[in-house]
């Protein structure tokens, strides 16, 4: 057998009563949704058992929450006897990786995640900037059209590269509009606009970048003791100063998925396990190659499912 990666899923993947099923059959589950509620001094396990989903959704919300959920899960997976060889995380969920990996505790990772939320949500104001996501175009003519439009006085990047024909860009609202247009003209097969707070991944988000500083450096990052691939550059990264230095620049630089998921397979990945609620990545990742294994653990019942298959 080859080697396992546990992938994290980031924001949107969040829903009312994730994980749920997860933290009432396991102690050291449920033990991670009250060790969150007291670290950040809020009743965050109540939101993401009743909602409602508009509140959940708010950037400081989902991000500890999806943190949590998906770090329950983990607990559960370890104690199956279930561990990785590799771990990477979609955005936010690289804090859960580095979870997994050793490199944070999950009270620091929540504490800061929250924080995250909090400082990208106050970076630009709320409706000048956007995101939209571009089917069926070649990054490399994505790439021009950005280049193109930022040209022009605004601002337009590439945000996620999640998989072959399939790209987020992030900006100003106005240089979005502008450079979906054009991405049409240029052969996009959609421009789906993204409902999203702000300009997430793109220079914007310096300012939060710069606030941030600060937060990491209350807490303790360690080196990693499983290998996590960054997503600022789809590389190895193990030392406590990468890691720090990551996490800021993760914030204005693009999330390279497509080829951080191709560097675990050139590493001797073979089989992914998307760890949190949904299957985005799980998805994204057969997209990338299909002669991989993948799946999904968001509940009990796909939990049993995984563990019983890997088992055998």
Same mark, same amino acid.
């Given at each position: 057998?080859?080697? !396992?990666?546990?992938?994290?899923?980031?924001?949107?993947?969040?829903?009312? %009563?994730?994980?749920?099923?997860?933290?009432?059959?396991?102690?050291?589950?449920?033990?991670?949704?009250?060790?969150?509620?007291?670290? $950040?001094?809020?009743?965050?396990?109540?939101?993401?058992? &009743?909602?409602?989903?508009?509140?959940?959704?708010?950037?400081? &919300?989902?991000?500890?929450? @999806? $943190?949590?959920?998906?770090?329950?899960?983990?607990? *559960?997976?370890?104690?199956?006897? !279930?561990?990785?060889?590799?771990?990477?995380?979609?955005?936010? %969920?690289?804090?859960?990786?580095?979870?997994?990996?050793?490199?944070?505790?999950?009270?620091?990772?929540?504490?800061?995640?929250?924080?995250?939320?909090?400082?990208?949500?106050?970076?630009?104001?709320?409706?000048?900037?956007?995101?939209?996501?571009?089917?069926?175009?070649?990054?490399?003519?994505?790439?021009?059209?950005?280049?193109?439009?930022?040209?022009?006085?605004?601002?337009?990047?590439?945000?996620? @590269?999640?998989?072959? %024909?399939?790209?987020? =860009?992030?900006?100003?609202?106005?240089?979005?509009?502008?450079? +979906?247009?054009?991405?049409?003209?240029? +052969?996009?097969?959609?421009?789906?606009?993204?409902?999203?707070?702000? /300009?997430?991944?793109?220079?914007?988000?310096?300012?939060?970048?710069?606030?941030?500083?600060?937060?990491?450096?209350?807490?303790? =990052?360690?080196?990693?003791? *499983? /290998?996590?691939?960054? &997503? *600022?550059?789809?590389?190895?990264?193990?030392?406590?100063?990468? !890691?720090?230095?990551?996490? =800021?620049?993760?914030?204005?630089?693009?999330? $390279?998925?497509?080829?951080?998921?191709?560097?675990? !397979?050139?590493? %001797?990945?073979?089989?992914?396990?998307?760890?949190?609620?949904?299957?985005?990545?799980?998805?994204?990742?057969?997209? =990338?190659?299909?002669?991989?294994?993948?799946?999904?653990?968001?509940?009990?019942?796909?939990?049993?499912?995984?563990?019983?298959?890997?088992?055998?």
């Amino acid at each position: 057998m080859g080697k !396992i990666a546990f992938v994290f899923p980031g924001q949107g993947s969040q829903t009312v %009563g994730m994980g749920q099923s997860v933290a009432g059959a396991n102690e050291k589950a449920a033990a991670v949704f009250q060790k969150a509620d007291e670290k $950040l001094g809020m009743d965050l396990s109540g939101l993401i058992q &009743n909602g409602p989903l508009d509140k959940l959704t708010r950037t400081e &919300n989902a991000q500890p929450a @999806l $943190l949590t959920v998906s770090t329950a899960i983990l607990q *559960v997976l370890q104690e199956a006897g !279930i561990h990785a060889d590799f771990t990477a995380g979609h955005s936010l %969920g690289e804090y859960s990786a580095l979870v997994a990996a050793g490199a944070l505790s999950f009270e620091d990772a929540v504490y800061a995640v929250r924080k995250r939320g909090e400082y990208m949500d106050e970076a630009f104001p709320n409706g000048a900037g956007a995101m939209s996501a571009v089917l069926g175009l070649d990054r490399g003519v994505l790439e021009e059209v950005a280049d193109e439009v930022s040209r022009e006085g605004e601002t337009v990047q590439l945000a996620n @590269l999640n998989c072959p %024909g399939q790209i987020v =860009i992030s900006g100003t609202a106005a240089g979005i509009e502008k450079a +979906g247009a054009l991405a049409k003209e240029r +052969g996009a097969k959609r421009v789906l606009p993204l409902q999203v707070s702000g /300009p997430f991944h793109s220079k914007l988000m310096e300012p939060a970048a710069e606030k941030y500083k600060a937060v990491l450096d209350e807490i303790a =990052i360690r080196d990693a003791a *499983v /290998p996590v691939i960054a &997503n *600022v550059d789809a590389e190895v990264e193990t030392g406590a100063q990468d !890691i720090k230095a990551n996490c =800021i620049r993760q914030l204005y630089s693009p999330v $390279l998925w497509e080829d951080s998921v191709k560097k675990m !397979i050139s590493l %001797g990945v073979d089989t992914f396990i998307e760890v949190g609620p949904g299957k985005v990545l799980s998805g994204l990742i057969r997209k =990338i190659d299909r002669s991989v294994k993948t799946y999904a653990v968001q509940d009990m019942e796909t939990l049993e499912a995984a563990v019983g298959a890997l088992q055998k």
